[in-house]
């Protein structure tokens, strides 16, 4: 560690009032199927180009956000948002349409835990009342920017991942009834040197590391003071490279630590070593993480969302994958 | 890590943070994709030699040339027609250089790609990104054959 604190703590508390999670038909029919709020019926959500749907994808979960929250667009302060397309093209048509102050943000797949980070700030710091925080990807516009035709007949190795066509949104306030942000970890860029693009999970284990040990030692919590820690798109590979790294620190992860990539399909699903994508913990975040806190039954999770920062460009040209994970630490308040 | 990320102590860690993905990564079973590809591409193979028989049986007139283009081209339209229907790439999935290699390949290739873009418009879609995956291919025969052509020029040229 360099020494320096990468945590901030908001003394202010801002909740999470709503979150929504709109999510594709094979998500939909994933473990976590049932508690999503909405599935869509196509892949282009009864648009005209794949681009279109995951707007449309994307404008239902911020819309259906707001309105679970009791409240119109016009009450929302700022729009956060990012997505994985280049020029951040589904946010910033989404953010065309609706009457609120806009940040594109894009941190790959960690993008999710960045929207969080700097909405919780600003209303921490008391400069805004209420955020929308949102993330989405799309299995085939993912797919087309990064790697070939859907219809093309490839073979993929079994430790690549699938694109989750998934989108979610949070509402963050600066009072209201749910789970509050206490503290924020920013992320350092971390490369171990990995160059397969097909093995993202690898190449994001160690920048989740990085920032599950600014984690402990800036707030000084432990494992066992979480009811539960998730990754964002580690996937299953990611997953168990990621307890053998903390296991080395001497931090036993044990059943307490998921994977919300794992999480989303099952192995009958073909989607090799799991999801990936910023839908991922986006959707899990806003469905089935939001939903247990609710209920009591979490009281404090940790969600490390993971990203890799590479472009299609610079892997041909021979670099290596730069990654980073930004952590956000949630909590049940009085 | 605060030495830079490209120091000595950083290298020596990718080293071994490689080696160990390397060991802990699933691979696929060389042996199981190897029987699969033979299956299913001997398996066009013999549909495309059945198709020239029955071509050459109903039409005896025919060259052999153009019974071997007869087939060739209606190979080509299935697996266009495949690719179109989504079944194509199900079959890659499991074939792998046995469905990429024969004339079908080459057809999903075009077709997929003809198929993703034409949401940009004909023009700037379908025609301009058409080639994007059998570019090299296309380039890597033509170079190919050449040097080919050239060898066989030279040999000639030696033998005569």
Not at chain 1, 73 to 79: E, W
Not at chain 1, 82 to 94: I, K
Not at chain 2, 93 to 102: T, Y
Request: with cysteine; glycine share 12%.
């Amino acid at each position: 560690m360099s020494g320096k604190n990468q945590t901030l703590q908001f003394k202010n508390k801002p909740r999470i009032i709503s979150g929504m999670s709109v999510v594709g038909r094979r998500e939909g029919s994933g473990p976590l199927g049932d508690r999503f709020d909405v599935v869509i019926p196509n892949a282009k959500y009864n648009e005209k180009t794949f681009e279109k749907g995951e707007q449309a994808m994307f404008r239902r979960a911020i819309v259906g956000a707001i309105e679970k929250a009791g409240l119109t667009p016009f009450d929302i302060d700022v729009l956060l948002a990012g997505d994985l397309l280049n020029q951040l093209v589904s946010s910033s048509y989404v953010a065309r349409e609706l009457p609120v102050c806009y940040l594109g943000l894009y941190s790959a797949c960690s993008t999710m835990t960045e929207c969080l980070t700097l909405g919780a700030t600003l209303i921490d710091g008391g400069h805004i009342v209420r955020a929308a925080c949102a993330t989405g990807s799309h299995f085939a516009t993912a797919e087309r920017q990064y790697r070939y035709p859907l219809e093309y007949g490839c073979q993929r190795p079994p430790y690549s991942q699938w694109t989750a066509t998934a989108a979610g949104c949070s509402i963050l306030a600066a009072e209201g009834e749910g789970p509050a942000i206490t503290h924020a970890t920013i992320g350092r860029v971390v490369d171990y040197g990995i160059n397969d693009l097909n093995n993202m999970g690898a190449a994001m284990a160690p920048a989740a590391l990085d920032t599950l040990l600014a984690v402990f030692s800036d707030t000084g919590y432990c494992v066992g003071d979480f009811d539960a820690i998730f990754t964002g798109d580690l996937g299953r590979l990611g997953a168990e490279i990621l307890r053998d790294l903390s296991g080395e620190q001497g931090l036993s992860l044990g059943q307490k630590y998921s994977d919300c990539g794992e999480m989303l399909f099952s192995r009958e699903q073909n989607c090799y070593c799991g999801g990936s994508g910023a839908g991922c913990s986006a959707s899990v975040l806003n469905s089935f993480i939001l939903g247990k806190m609710n209920a009591g039954e979490y009281n404090r999770v940790l969600l490390l969302a993971t990203g890799a920062l590479m472009s299609p460009t610079t892997s041909y040209q021979g670099e290596t994958i730069p990654c980073i994970s930004h952590g956000v630490i949630l909590e049940n308040v009085k | 890590m605060a030495a830079g990320w490209k120091s000595e102590s950083a290298i020596r860690r990718n080293a071994r943070y490689s080696s160990y993905v390397e060991a802990i990564s699933p691979k696929s079973g060389t042996l199981k994709s190897l029987l699969k590809a033979f299956a299913i591409g001997g398996l066009t193979c013999v549909i495309s030699e059945l198709l020239g028989d029955g071509i050459a049986l109903a039409f005896p007139d025919l060259s052999t040339e153009l019974v071997g283009a007869y087939t060739s081209m209606i190979l080509v339209t299935v697996a266009v027609l495949f690719t179109g229907f989504g079944f194509y790439d199900v079959i890659a999935r499991h074939g792998g250089a046995g469905s990429f290699l024969p004339i079908t390949g080459f057809a999903n290739a075009m077709s997929s790609a003809a198929l993703e873009y034409k949401s940009e418009g004909l023009i700037f879609g379908t025609s301009v990104k058409m080639f994007n995956v059998v570019g090299p291919v296309v380039v890597n025969g033509i170079v190919w054959a050449t040097v080919a052509g050239i060898i066989r020029y030279i040999i000639m040229l030696i033998t005569l």
